[in-house]
């Protein structure tokens, strides 16, 4: 508590309490000293008076005159504060009697007493005095004996003479003292304080502006100085606190100063940072539509020619062209996925669905892969549902099952669903390489892959496991890794449990696409190959297309036509209008209800929105035949 009082309190205090002190112990000194005294005095008076009245009593208590006895009582009972008297023999028997005697004190002595005594009970005082024989000179010139030498020959006293004096008047004075005293220190006490307050303003108002002042310059006024008061310490004090609040205004104009270059080179480079990201986001929109057009074309030339028949090595050449251009469209799509998380305008679709075909769907695409690298791939569910978006879903578990095929050189892969709680747990299990603890955290970055130094082409691009967080993330599932560095890995999705709802008509499900004979569909596109590859695959399909180059074309060729059950329109046209704008036309012409398909060669965040704003759904190129079927299966067969 003191730690937390201020100067002038402290200075208060050491000015009172040596003061109130010493006043108190000299008043208590004098007072018990006066007290004594007077204690003494008054017992010295009621002894003289005893001894008085023994050696005038003697003869009468030798001859037994009592009246002269009582006389002499009365005449002592008159002196002040003497309140009783008594004159008893050697036998106890009282001679003489005046005033009251204390009847709390012990009796009247049964016998003459040898030694004078005192003792105080109460508001009295009693004394007892014996009565001894004085000495008595013979004149008869013979003998010299006295009473004296008879007391020395072993003759006891005549009696005793018991005084008691009232204490009242000495209590009284002894009041009358203490209240003095008292009334003595409390004067010290207000004088103590009035010299004391006036001593700690002088200390305590300099320390006040001094604080005042520093508090001031801590709020940032650092213009503020103390005025020099005073001498000595106090005016150092002063001085110091100027000379600090000088360096410190100078070292805040520096720092400023510093500050200030320091945000213009910021900005500065912020700048270019930004146009640097501008460039580099329209160079790779540039670039990504620029070659995903011929890749776009490519595909669907290598599906068609897929479909026709061929000698075996022919076949061989075919596959293999096939494998190259869906590794190429496989590192675009990663880069077209993590662009659209980054741009945030991927939408998850949350519904419960169930968890059992989604997982054996994943293992059969993977299968394949895994048994030319010698892997086995099992599932290990149950019939359970779960509430995510299974496309999003499927995309996470195809990521983590593709990178445990990619770096597991021996072993088997697991896919196992295990139920916690309310909550599943999607596993896969590897025996791989391994991850080593300090880089656990670093794979989920973009770019990253600790086993390709190289930068191996059939290792991708380090990009899947970064679109395996941000989809986690986006779905609000929970994302583990459990690993040991050459005895594989363990990578955990935790998702809520759902419940299935009632039956009813099985969905489509847009994987497993129906027959497409003789459905009449409208294609725009103004990449000559680009179209006239669209074209040869819807019609390997056994659809019928109308195909179109601009708009006006198509509109024209709508006019005269067959009612198309389907528009495919490319994003990006030539002129004002785009791929929206035309499925917007084409539907006032057709009718509302009119399925439509957008692709496009932009990965741009833009793109993405204009589409889900206008309920088409879009396709990257280069489009998989597969997606493109299932997605022209679905808007035919709506659930």
Same mark, same amino acid.
């Given at each position: 508590?003191?730690?937390?009082?201020?100067?002038?309190?402290?200075?208060?205090?050491?000015?009172?309490?040596?003061?109130?002190?010493?006043?108190?112990?000299?008043?208590?000194?004098?007072?018990?000293?006066?007290?004594?005294?007077?204690?003494?005095?008054?017992?010295?008076?009621?002894?003289?008076?005893?001894?008085?009245?023994?050696?005038?009593?003697?003869?009468?208590?030798?001859?037994?005159?009592?009246?002269?006895?009582?006389?002499?009582?009365?005449?002592?009972?008159?002196?002040?504060?003497?309140?009783?008297?008594?004159?008893?023999?050697?036998?106890?028997?009282?001679?003489?009697?005046?005033?009251?005697?204390?009847?709390?004190?012990?009796?009247?002595?049964?016998?003459?007493?040898?030694?004078?005594?005192?003792?105080?009970?109460?508001?009295?005082?009693?004394?007892?005095?014996?009565?001894?024989?004085?000495?008595?000179?013979?004149?008869?010139?013979?003998?010299?004996?006295?009473? $004296?030498?008879?007391?020395?020959?072993?003759? +006891?006293?005549? !009696? @005793? %003479?018991? /005084?008691? =004096?009232?204490?009242?008047? #000495?209590? $009284?004075?002894?009041?009358?003292?203490?209240? +003095?005293?008292? !009334? @003595? %220190?409390? /004067?010290? =006490?207000?004088?103590?304080? #009035?010299?004391?307050?006036?001593?700690?303003?002088?200390?305590?108002?300099?320390?006040? %502006?001094?604080?005042?002042?520093?508090?001031?310059?801590?709020?940032?006024?650092?213009?503020?100085?103390?005025?020099?008061?005073?001498?000595?310490?106090?005016?150092?004090?002063?001085?110091?606190?100027?000379?600090?609040?000088?360096?410190?205004?100078?070292?805040?104009?520096?720092?400023?100063?510093?500050?200030?270059?320091?945000?213009?080179?910021?900005?500065?480079?912020?700048?270019?940072?930004?146009?640097?990201?501008?460039?580099?986001?329209?160079?790779?929109?540039?670039?990504?539509?620029?070659?995903?057009?011929?890749?776009?074309?490519?595909?669907?030339?290598?599906?068609?020619?897929?479909?026709?028949?061929?000698?075996?090595?022919?076949?061989?050449?075919?596959?293999?062209?096939?494998?190259?251009?869906?590794?190429?469209?496989?590192?675009?799509?990663?880069?077209?996925?993590?662009?659209?998380?980054?741009?945030?305008?991927?939408?998850?679709?949350?519904?419960?669905?169930?968890?059992?075909?989604?997982?054996?769907?994943?293992?059969?695409?993977?299968?394949?892969?895994?048994?030319?690298?010698?892997?086995?791939?099992?599932?290990?569910?149950?019939?359970?549902?779960?509430?995510?978006?299974?496309?999003?879903?499927?995309?996470?578990?195809?990521?983590?099952?593709?990178?445990?095929?990619?770096?597991?050189?021996?072993?088997?892969?697991?896919?196992?669903?295990?139920?916690?709680?309310?909550?599943?747990?999607?596993?896969?299990?590897?025996?791989?390489?391994?991850?080593?603890?300090?880089?656990?955290?670093?794979?989920?970055?973009?770019?990253?892959?600790?086993?390709?130094?190289?930068?191996?082409?059939?290792?991708?691009?380090?990009?899947?496991?970064?679109?395996?967080?941000?989809?986690?993330?986006?779905?609000?599932?929970?994302?583990?890794?459990?690993?040991?560095?050459?005895?594989?890995?363990?990578?955990?999705?935790?998702?809520?449990?759902?419940?299935?709802?009632?039956?009813?008509?099985?969905?489509?499900?847009?994987?497993?696409?129906?027959?497409?004979?003789?459905?009449?569909?409208?294609?725009?596109?103004?990449?000559?190959?680009?179209?006239?590859?669209?074209?040869?695959?819807?019609?390997?399909?056994?659809?019928?297309?109308?195909?179109?180059?601009?708009?006006?074309?198509?509109?024209?060729?709508?006019?005269?036509?067959?009612?198309?059950?389907?528009?495919?329109?490319?994003?990006?046209?030539?002129?004002?209008?785009?791929?929206?704008?035309?499925?917007?036309?084409?539907?006032?012409?057709?009718?509302?209800?009119?399925?439509?398909?957008?692709?496009?060669?932009?990965?741009?965040?833009?793109?993405?929105?204009?589409?889900?704003?206008?309920?088409?759904?879009?396709?990257?190129?280069?489009?998989?035949?597969?997606?493109?079927?299932?997605?022209?299966?679905?808007?035919?067969?709506?659930?």
């Amino acid at each position: 508590m003191i730690a937390r009082w201020g100067v002038r309190a402290r200075v208060m205090v050491a000015a009172v309490v040596p003061m109130l002190a010493l006043a108190v112990v000299l008043t208590v000194f004098f007072t018990t000293s006066r007290l004594a005294d007077m204690d003494e005095a008054l017992t010295a008076r009621g002894t003289a008076f005893a001894r008085q009245l023994a050696a005038a009593s003697e003869y009468a208590v030798f001859s037994g005159n009592r009246d002269a006895l009582q006389q002499l009582a009365s005449a002592v009972l008159a002196e002040d504060d003497i309140v009783g008297v008594s004159i008893v023999d050697r036998n106890g028997e009282t001679l003489a009697r005046s005033g009251m005697l204390d009847g709390q004190l012990p009796p009247l002595p049964t016998s003459a007493v040898l030694e004078p005594s005192t003792m105080i009970k109460g508001p009295t005082l009693r004394i007892i005095e014996p009565i001894r024989p004085n000495r008595l000179e013979l004149d008869d010139g013979f003998t010299a004996i006295t009473l $004296g030498a008879a007391v020395h020959l072993g003759e +006891a006293p005549l !009696g @005793s %003479v018991v /005084l008691e =004096l009232s204490l009242k008047h #000495l209590h $009284g004075k002894r009041d009358e003292m203490l209240w +003095a005293g008292a !009334g @003595s %220190v409390l /004067l010290v =006490l207000v004088g103590s304080l #009035l010299l004391a307050s006036h001593l700690s303003r002088g200390v305590s108002g300099p320390i006040r %502006v001094v604080a005042h002042t520093v508090a001031r310059i801590g709020q940032g006024k650092l213009g503020e100085r103390v005025p020099l008061m005073g001498g000595g310490s106090l005016r150092k004090l002063a001085e110091g606190v100027n000379e600090m609040a000088e360096k410190l205004a100078s070292a805040h104009e520096d720092l400023a100063r510093r500050i200030e270059e320091a945000t213009a080179e910021l900005r500065a480079r912020k700048e270019e940072a930004e146009t640097a990201n501008l460039a580099k986001s329209r160079f790779l929109a540039a670039a990504s539509h620029d070659l995903r057009q011929p890749m776009h074309a490519l595909g669907l030339f290598i599906t068609e020619l897929g479909q026709h028949a061929h000698a075996p090595q022919s076949r061989r050449l075919v596959q293999r062209i096939a494998a190259s251009a869906e590794a190429m469209e496989n590192l675009l799509d990663s880069l077209l996925d993590i662009s659209k998380l980054d741009a945030g305008v991927l939408q998850p679709n949350i519904r419960p669905f169930a968890l059992q075909p989604v997982l054996l769907r994943i293992a059969a695409e993977q299968r394949s892969s895994a048994e030319e690298r010698g892997l086995q791939l099992k599932v290990r569910t149950n019939d359970w549902w779960v509430d995510s978006d299974p496309v999003l879903f499927e995309r996470i578990v195809t990521n983590l099952v593709s990178n445990a095929v990619r770096y597991t050189p021996a072993g088997r892969i697991l896919i196992a669903a295990r139920k916690r709680g309310k909550r599943i747990h999607v596993e896969v299990r590897d025996s791989g390489i391994g991850i080593p603890p300090d880089a656990q955290e670093i794979i989920f970055q973009e770019f990253v892959q600790l086993d390709n130094n190289e930068r191996a082409r059939d290792k991708g691009l380090g990009l899947g496991l970064a679109i395996v967080r941000k989809l986690a993330d986006l779905l609000g599932h929970g994302l583990g890794l459990r690993s040991t560095p050459g005895r594989g890995s363990v990578f955990t999705v935790d998702m809520p449990m759902a419940q299935p709802p009632a039956p009813t008509q099985e969905e489509d499900g847009g994987r497993a696409p129906g027959d497409l004979q003789d459905i009449c569909i409208a294609l725009l596109d103004d990449d000559p190959l680009a179209c006239a590859g669209m074209e040869g695959l819807l019609s390997s399909w056994g659809c019928e297309v109308i195909p179109a180059s601009t708009p006006d074309d198509l509109l024209a060729m709508l006019a005269d036509s067959r009612h198309p059950d389907l528009l495919i329109s490319d994003f990006r046209l030539h002129g004002p209008r785009n791929g929206i704008d035309m499925v917007r036309a084409v539907r006032e012409l057709l009718g509302e209800q009119l399925p439509a398909i957008l692709i496009s060669g932009d990965t741009g965040a833009d793109t993405q929105a204009l589409a889900q704003e206008a309920g088409v759904p879009l396709l990257h190129k280069p489009v998989r035949p597969a997606r493109l079927r299932a997605l022209i299966n679905r808007l035919r067969n709506p659930v």
